[in-house]
């Protein structure tokens, strides 16, 4: 079993920015697609972005492509969200998982970190 602390939430200003860190516990995090998720206050989670496994594709959700980079460093079993121009819509409870396959669904994940994007 996989276990996925987040990391690296907080407050941050519109237009501002944040790196989210996702730990793992298992060296075999190399293995699986790593995903993060978003869930804002009062709604369902939602995809946010992945990648994939052979390496080489990412995916965005639509409102946060182009401001937003999923990345991460198997050395140190460690996945990172960085997340750039943030708007008041971003806020919400960030949360990393990993999949042995995307059509298999997210196998492990995280209890989240807050983001909250607030003047």
């Known amino acids: 079993q996989v276990q996925l602390v987040e990391s690296g939430g907080g407050t941050v200003q519109p237009g501002g920015s944040l790196k989210l860190s996702c730990a793992a516990s298992?060296?075999?995090?190399?293995?699986?697609?790593l995903a993060w998720f978003r869930q804002a206050p009062g709604k369902e989670r939602e995809f946010v972005a992945r990648?994939?496994?052979?390496?080489?594709?990412?995916k965005y959700s639509d409102s946060v492509k182009g401001r937003f980079t999923i990345s991460r460093d198997n050395n140190k079993n460690t996945g990172f969200l960085e997340m750039n121009r943030l708007k008041p819509e971003d806020t919400g409870v960030y949360y990393c998982?990993?999949?042995?396959?995307?059509?298999?669904?997210?196998?492990?994940w995280g209890k989240g970190t807050l983001v909250t994007v607030s003047s």
């Open positions: 998982g990993v999949a042995s396959s995307w059509a298999g669904g997210v196998a492990y």
């Open positions: 298992e060296y075999t995090f190399s293995t699986y697609i």
């Open positions: 990648d994939s496994r052979p390496p080489g594709i990412t």
